[in-house]
């Protein structure tokens, strides 16, 4: 007999210091939202729906509103451990079956439908979880009151992971959209996190090459030249004060010294960034779930991240953001500083002008079809 399972998160519920979340209701707009989404489901002309829930208040209420809503006569509300956020409560889809009766359940509507339909309300990261364990398949968090369908031929096949998705969607507005499923899952992002390693370890032999070049004459870099006590301008230099210290060569020395800062630090970001995509793509059983830089966790959304998107995903794109950004911006400085060492204005200024042109139109052009 054909098994559907919908798993919807609960409705906004109230934040108050002294209500326990389990204890606290759905808002006014929590269970407005609960009864446009049992009209969604209502105009699916689902049968033999049976109800699972949470025994926090609010999943119980979304489930009551729910069950209302559907149209059909007393639709059975059932009160499930597994589907509730609380430690001692084990999260599997056998201990849902087992607790739910679902076999029963199933029995029960074999003779007047082909198809049984299982509603869980519940919880984050539970649901997804459960999705999980019925599909073999990595999802994102649902949001609030979002859907999400998984079919199977038989109860057996869910419980050996060989559920189907068949839909997910989110209210937008007033209306119930289908919403893409972001698979996250380690074997996608694998050639991802191969061809980022490619590039950043292309672009460390890039600087250190140029790095090289830089400081195996050291006697043209005229470090010698450079007379700390005159650096310190107290007064904004006129052009022939200016043009006196180039020629006696200190700024000529201080933009060696930027090259070779710039590009070291360049250089070391890159080896972090392929250290970092080296182990993201190490197989899943042999990675730590722990932060691998503490810089990129300082935001208090990577644990949400990390629950929505996965490990892997999100330290590749805090990676990205905070190792690899960084290492290319320094490396165009350190290049900015050798340009300006020959002291050839023309090529100062193209060097300028490319990278004025170059950077917005990344910015206006890139896609902005990921979250990040």
């Keep these: 007999m054909k098994v559907s399972v919908i798993l919807i998160r609960h409705g906004e519920r109230e934040k108050k210091k002294d209500i326990p979340d389990k204890h606290a209701p759905l808002t006014p707009e929590g269970e407005q939202s609960a009864g446009k989404i049992a009209k969604f489901l209502s105009e699916l002309k689902l049968e033999s729906i049976f109800i699972l829930t949470s025994r926090w208040k609010h999943a119980q209420q979304t489930a009551d509103l729910l069950a209302n809503g559907l149209g059909i006569p007393l639709p059975m509300i059932v009160n499930v451990d597994a589907l509730t956020p609380e430690k001692k409560y084990e999260c599997s889809i056998e201990a849902v079956v087992k607790q739910a009766q679902i076999e029963s359940l199933i029995g029960y509507a074999k003779d007047s439908t082909d198809n049984s339909v299982l509603v869980f309300v519940g919880h984050e990261p539970r649901l997804t979880q459960l999705a999980t364990m019925m599909t073999s398949r990595r999802f994102p968090p649902l949001d609030r009151l979002e859907c999400l369908c998984i079919d199977a031929e038989n109860l057996l096949q869910l419980r050996l992971g060989r559920g189907k998705l068949q839909w997910r969607c989110k209210s937008r507005g007033t209306k119930w959209l289908p919403r893409p499923v972001a698979d996250t899952s380690k074997e996608e992002l694998g050639p991802k996190l191969v061809s980022k390693m490619t590039v950043a370890a292309l672009l460390a032999g890039f600087n250190f090459t140029a790095l090289l070049e830089l400081v195996k004459e050291p006697d043209k870099l005229h470090l010698d030249k450079i007379r700390w006590e005159r650096l310190r301008f107290r007064n904004i230099p006129s052009w022939d004060a200016l043009w006196s210290r180039i020629h006696e060569g200190q700024i000529f ?120």
């Design 253 to 372: 020395a201080l933009l060696s010294i930027g090259a070779i800062v710039s590009l070291t630090i360049s250089i070391g970001l890159f080896v972090i960034a392929i250290y970092i995509y080296d182990r993201l793509s190490m197989p899943e059983n042999f990675l730590e779930s722990k932060p691998i830089v503490p810089i990129l966790t300082f935001s208090r959304k990577i644990n949400k991240r990390v629950e929505r998107f996965g490990f892997v995903y999100t330290f590749m794109i805090r990676t990205w953001q905070f190792v690899f950004t960084p290492a290319v911006l320094f490396a165009i400085l350190g290049f900015l500083c050798i340009v300006a060492r020959a002291w050839l204005p023309l090529s100062v200024g193209v060097f300028i002008v490319v990278a004025l042109i170059v950077l917005p139109y990344y910015w206006l052009s890139k896609p902005r079809g990921s979250v990040d």
